[in-house]
């Protein structure tokens, strides 16, 4: 296995072009800023590499090895030598169509000697909980399942998937990874504190919170806002839900808000808010985020050699990114010195993050964590 990571800001550039070239790459990834969705860069990026796989999305922010942009593009670039990786692709029309859709898509990636699936789905109009759990039910326990949500800065306005040089909207993406000799790990975690009472979640239908305590959901939450509710809905990601058992103990599920209905006082989250469940609110402390990162990053952790190349591509929520500011770029240092200087990082920051839960032991939607799936192969 060999591979590449660059971010690249304006041109695209003989010598990049050259380095990708050089390697022949089977795989790529490329995660982009909105403003880079329509551009002449993506679209040469695109063009110069037709035949070979290519997948990404729009961010909320680029990730390559231990820096991180909010205008460029985020590019992987890899070589498998006993990997066979395919990308596929199905249209999510409707929150209601998630479930199906990725079960049908899921159905579509199981296949001989399927290892494990990394998800880019669109982060506007979807149930990031539907997807995940239809995935879960077509591939079984034994696929790993990761990925996340595109993202659109904090404009909540537009996301992109990308696959093969086609941009869209409403595509969900798929790609699996197969072979003996691919190795995956994967890891998940926050870091967010709890805060205040816990509430009864009363009414909620899948991913649409209506009551909290019997209470509209909207005014409750805006009373903890306060001045911060005009700012609605980006203000939501500085204080996301930890969904939590009757006992109040954490389950390690956290739910952000991607919008608000005025009109049914309502939220709407990126992924389910179960009904009858206890949930609280939760801030951010900048050193324990980058505590949660290294966690992350410890869990995926293949122990791979220094002499061993391997890749690690990172979804963080745009949460994090608004919390920790201009402290943002640590929490990627400390993956890269937890992973290794032979581990290449690319990624995004995003509109939810998909992993496997170390608390429920299957793939679930997560919000505001640090996720990472580094690949590898043995020999």
């Not at 022949?24 to 040469?44: G, R, T, Y």
């Not at 590019?75 to 030598?81: D, P």
């Not at 001045?227 to 103990?249: T, V």
């Not at 991607?258 to 992924?271: F, P, R, T």
Request: charged share 20%; hydrophobic share 40%; aromatic share 6%.
């Amino acid at each position: 296995m060999k591979a590449y990571s660059a971010l690249i800001t304006d041109t695209l550039g003989t010598d990049t072009l050259e380095r990708i070239r050089a390697l022949s790459p089977n795989f790529i990834c490329v995660f982009f800023s909105p403003q880079k969705a329509d551009s002449p860069l993506l679209k040469e990026l695109c063009d110069s590499f037709k035949g070979i796989t290519m997948v990404g999305c729009s961010t909320a922010g680029e990730i390559s090895d231990s820096t991180m942009s909010e205008d460029a593009i985020s590019l992987m670039a890899i070589h498998f030598e006993k990997t066979t990786v395919r990308a596929e692709g199905i249209t999510v029309e409707t929150v209601e169509d998630c479930y199906q859709q990725a079960h049908a898509l899921g159905q579509k990636m199981a296949g001989e000697n399927l290892a494990g699936v990394f998800i880019l789905a669109p982060g506007l109009n979807v149930n990031g909980s539907a997807i995940t759990r239809g995935f879960a039910d077509s591939l079984g326990a034994n696929i790993s399942v990761s990925g996340g949500l595109a993202g659109d800065n904090t404009s909540f306005s537009k996301t992109y998937t990308l696959l093969n040089g086609e941009l869209s909207q409403n595509t969900l993406i798929a790609v699996g990874f197969y072979g003996n000799n691919i190795k995956i790990g994967t890891g998940s975690k926050g870091g967010w504190a709890p805060f205040g009472p816990a509430r009864r979640v009363t009414k909620a239908d899948s991913n649409i919170l209506y009551e909290l305590d019997d209470k509209p959901a909207l005014d409750l939450y805006k009373q903890y806002l306060g001045d911060k509710a005009e700012q609605l809905p980006s203000s939501g990601l500085l204080y996301p839900f930890s969904i939590l058992e009757d006992d109040q103990s954490e389950t390690g599920l956290i739910r952000t808000i991607l919008d608000v209905n005025h009109e049914s006082k309502s939220l709407i989250l990126a992924g389910d808010m179960p009904e009858g469940k206890l949930v609280r609110l939760m801030h951010a402390d900048v050193d324990q985020l980058i505590v949660g990162a290294e966690n992350a990053a410890e869990e995926a952790h293949l122990d791979c050699t220094d002499s061993v190349t391997s890749v690690a591509l990172l979804v963080s929520c745009v949460g994090r990114k608004l919390v920790m500011a201009d402290d943002v770029v640590e929490e990627i240092e400390a993956v890269h010195n937890i992973l290794g200087p032979s581990t290449h990082l690319a990624g995004f920051y995003s509109y939810g993050e998909i992993c496997v839960s170390d608390v429920t032991k299957a793939p679930e939607l997560h919000n505001q964590t640090m996720t990472i799936t580094q690949l590898s192969e043995s020999s």
